[in-house]
């Protein structure tokens, strides 16, 4: 599928959720484009994580809108719904690996269910994906075995395995040191440039931020503040947008 | 789509490789070069790669030129070459790590079981030492934890015990009174029930529910507390988390289980007495004054000894295999079920030793 830059790939228009009565996002709508990295971010807290699971329907939003290509998915039923999830990769915090099977049949899974690739080639992605986030040592380590930061790289290889045209990150350097960080940020710069990847990413460390941003969504006590380049962020004279950036520059 | 061409020795690829097309291109090339061998790889038609398209190159390269030493590669267009590079990084083959043989695998069980005994012995010790100084000493407990253990083990348990018993007090007479009847030995039914109740099935019944339920909640919660660092942090605070922990535990159901096995008794009773006055037309005044007189004080005295004795295997596995979990969630549910399936099996043999307790 060719896809021009400036059409969005999601459409997210009035989107509210809830956690019982407590209301956590109210009336969010913004746009995320094709090869670009779009950055979550806002205080703790304020519903980042909320919002991309409501996204990808890990949490049913209690209205609005949310369209993948062109295609509501809030209404779609499971199986196109899963055509759908079989283009999105998506990291968790914690990596969210099965504990019960290697870290190379973790990162095996999506390929095996949805590809009819041969077991060599099979392989020889995985080699190649644990190699991209430092982790070739570790691929018959169970998940147990891993550090957390491990444990997280290990997660977005495999959230990367399909090369999906989106993939999206929850908190990728929380925990990680700054190396690490910073080559996961060179990794996740190559993939959107060589695959054409959008990748949107939910954090809070600035350090981070300003590497790999091409547009950031700014979210604060559930609503949605800013939407926008970074320039425009700092720029946008938005006193909690200010303070965040302000008190983050000495990390 | 891809296409293939095999002519002088050169195969030539163009078009889009990815996961989709990338087991067939594979087929395709090792078709057409069957015959003989090509000497270079044209990629300079290539317009798209994925990983699985690298991944499908690296392979078919691998299996032309296995010693690294004659095929020649006409690269792709830079775009396409930067995906293939990104892709095709040096990758270190780590191997498996070599499987222990039968005898190996015997003898780390065994050391495993030797060094899980020796532990076990430890945390009993630990908990045996902690319990006695914690009756005159109540430092290092949470407050009003033994009440809120007893409240949790005990008192939450009457339910189901009183119905297990009930219907088990009910089945015993039932079964029994059938043959009894046939023998004219109606009047037997209380003394048989009595026996039967107080020197075996309630304690039984009460200690595999306690087990059951507050054994697998026992493991669960200390558990939780290991994987989530809760224990290592009562460490760093200098509080024994066994004395924090587990003494209330062994405190309350030292307790409440001889209770909870007096109370199932009282109530397997019940379940029997109603059998003995609809079916055998038995007397309140018979069936109380037979059940009372048939059972010594030496069958009460061992009843309450083994259910104390199967409470504190209750909680001392539970405990244990809350300790030793290793691995997060996965690690958690597997230590519960452990404690359960452990916690029946020793009572079983303990109370099959108790057994030979009567014999004396």
């Known amino acids: 599928m060719i896809i021009n830059n400036m059409e969005p790939i999601i459409s997210v228009r009035g989107l509210e959720a809830r956690y019982g009565e407590k209301r956590i996002l109210s009336d969010i709508s913004f746009d995320i484009f094709a090869g670009q990295v779009t950055v979550i971010l806002g205080p703790s807290g304020c519903g980042k994580t909320t919002l991309l699971k409501n996204m990808l329907r890990l949490h049913e939003p209690v209205k609005g809108s949310v369209k993948f290509w062109g295609e509501e998915v809030l209404q779609m039923d499971e199986t196109s719904f899963n055509a759908v999830l079989r283009k999105v990769g998506m990291l968790f915090q914690g990596g969210a690996l099965l504990n019960s099977i290697s870290v190379m049949e973790n990162v095996a899974i999506p390929l095996e269910q949805h590809t009819r690739l041969s077991r060599s080639v099979i392989e020889r992605i995985i080699r190649v994906k644990l190699d991209l986030v430092g982790l070739h040592h570790a691929i018959h380590l169970l998940p147990s075995e891993l550090s957390g930061g491990m444990r997280k790289r290990a997660g977005l290889a495999r959230a990367m395995v399909m090369d999906p045209p989106i993939l999206f990150c929850d908190e990728p350097s929380a925990g990680l040191d700054p190396l690490t960080s910073a080559s996961l940020d060179e990794l996740l710069l190559d993939l959107k440039k060589q695959l054409n990847m959008s990748i949107v990413i939910v954090t809070h460390e600035l350090a981070s931020i300003y590497r790999v941003a091409d547009r950031v969504i700014f979210l604060d006590e559930g609503a949605l503040i800013y939407e926008g380049t970074l320039d425009g962020a700092r720029q946008a004279g938005i006193p909690t947008i200010d303070r965040f950036f302000e008190a983050g520059k000495y990390e | ?360």
Not at chain 2, 269 to 278: H, K, N, P, Y
């Open chain 2, 1 to 360: 789509m891809f296409t293939l061409h095999f002519e002088n020795g050169i195969l030539a690829v163009s078009g889009q490789l990815n996961r989709d097309n990338a087991t067939q291109f594979q087929k395709s090339a090792r078709l057409l070069t069957v015959k003989n061998t090509p000497n270079t790889l044209d990629l300079s038609g290539l317009e798209a790669l994925d990983s699985a398209g690298v991944a499908s190159i690296e392979e078919l390269i691998a299996h032309f030129n296995p010693e690294d030493s004659q095929l020649k590669i006409i690269p792709a267009s830079p775009d396409v070459e930067a995906v293939r590079n990104t892709f095709k990084s040096p990758v270190q083959i780590v191997d498996k790590p070599p499987q222990p043989n039968i005898f190996e695998k015997l003898g780390g069980n065994m050391e495993a079981w030797f060094q899980s005994m020796g532990e076990a012995l430890v945390l009993c010790s630990e908990l045996f030492y902690w319990s006695i100084v914690g009756i005159f000493d109540r430092k290092g407990q949470r407050k009003g934890s033994f009440g809120a253990q007893g409240l949790l083990l005990g008192y939450n348990a009457l339910p189901v015990v009183a119905l297990l018993s009930f219907i088990i007090g009910f089945i015993l007479s039932l079964q029994s009174a059938a043959q009894l009847k046939n023998y004219g030995g109606n009047v037997f039914l209380p003394d048989l029930l009595a026996i039967t109740l107080v020197r075996e099935m309630a304690p039984l019944i009460t200690a595999i529910i306690v087990a059951g339920r507050s054994g697998s909640a026992i493991a669960s919660e200390i558990a939780t507390m290991q994987v989530s660092e809760e224990i290592d942090a009562l460490r760093m605070m200098a509080i024994n988390p066994i004395r924090y922990v587990v003494v209330p535990k062994f405190h309350a159901i030292t307790v409440v289980m001889p209770l909870l096995v007096v109370f199932s008794i009282a109530v397997g009773e019940l379940g029997g007495f109603m059998i003995a006055t609809s079916m055998l037309d038995l007397s309140l005044g018979t069936f109380v004054s037979r059940s009372v007189n048939i059972i010594k004080f030496k069958d009460i005295f061992i009843s309450l000894t083994k259910s104390t004795v199967f409470a504190w295997l209750i909680v001392i596995i539970g405990a244990y295999n809350g300790f030793r979990v290793r691995g997060g969630a996965e690690g958690v549910g597997k230590a519960t079920t452990a404690s359960v399936v452990a916690a029946i099996f020793a009572i079983v043999i303990a109370d099959a030793l108790f057994s030979l307790l009567y014999l004396l």
